[in-house]
């Protein structure tokens, strides 16, 4: 989904050199925030605004409660480099995100979830009916922490308004996860492997 106005991403942050831009995406990514909407008392209901999500790296010098170590820093060095290819990243990360943007992502999830033309879309073919054909048994489940960037969350309540918007032509589903971060993967597989295979069997 597009960013907001005053959303923040490493990559356009004016402080950074582009040299640094690639250990800034990572720390990013891989970070713990903690975000006021998520940790507002259970029978409160905040607004759904970025003044509810927390933008930037979270600081060590933070509350020691509310701080954690990136994931990036749990994961031996030699295993990193052994999961990441900066080479192609460096070419294409630039593209992706400014493909973000401009709508094309948006347009291509619009036509992946059925979810029909989106408001101010290229796209001038009704995603339903010309997608629903295609593995019409397939489902989606969208697994987020609680803990991850704030373009998770903020991902998250569009995708949400799209479906009362108009529905999808597949089924979507929510798993939150409780103090996860974008990479549970990395930082606890037992569980993500669980909460895959329980997702998998999971009835429609």
């Not at 970025?50 to 010098?61: G, K, N, R, V």
């Not at 059925?114 to 629903?132: I, R, W």
Request: aromatic share 10%; with cysteine.
């Amino acid at each position: 989904y597009a960013h907001p106005k005053g959303g923040y991403h490493p990559l356009y942050d004016p402080n950074i050199p582009v040299s640094q831009h690639s250990k800034a995406l990572t720390a990013w990514l891989a970070s713990y925030f903690s975000h006021p909407f998520n940790n507002a008392l259970s029978d409160a209901q905040p607004e759904r605004s970025l003044s509810q999500l927390a933008l930037h790296i979270p600081l060590s010098t933070e509350v020691k409660a509310e701080y954690k170590q990136p994931s990036h820093e749990n994961i031996l060095p030699e295993a990193f480099a052994a999961s990441v290819d900066p080479i192609p990243a460096e070419r294409s990360e630039g593209a992706f995100y400014g493909a973000m943007r401009n709508g094309t992502i948006y347009d291509q999830l619009c036509g992946a979830l059925c979810l029909g033309p989106a408001p101010d879309s290229n796209v001038s073919n009704n995603n339903a009916e010309a997608q629903a054909p295609v593995l019409p048994d397939l489902r989606v489940i969208e697994i987020y922490g609680t803990r991850s960037m704030w373009t998770v969350q903020w991902g998250v309540w569009k995708l949400e308004e799209d479906l009362k918007r108009g529905g999808a032509g597949r089924p979507v589903g929510f798993a939150r996860v409780e103090g996860g971060n974008h990479f549970l993967h990395w930082d606890d597989p037992d569980a993500f492997l669980k909460l895959m295979a329980e997702k998998c069997r999971q009835p429609y």
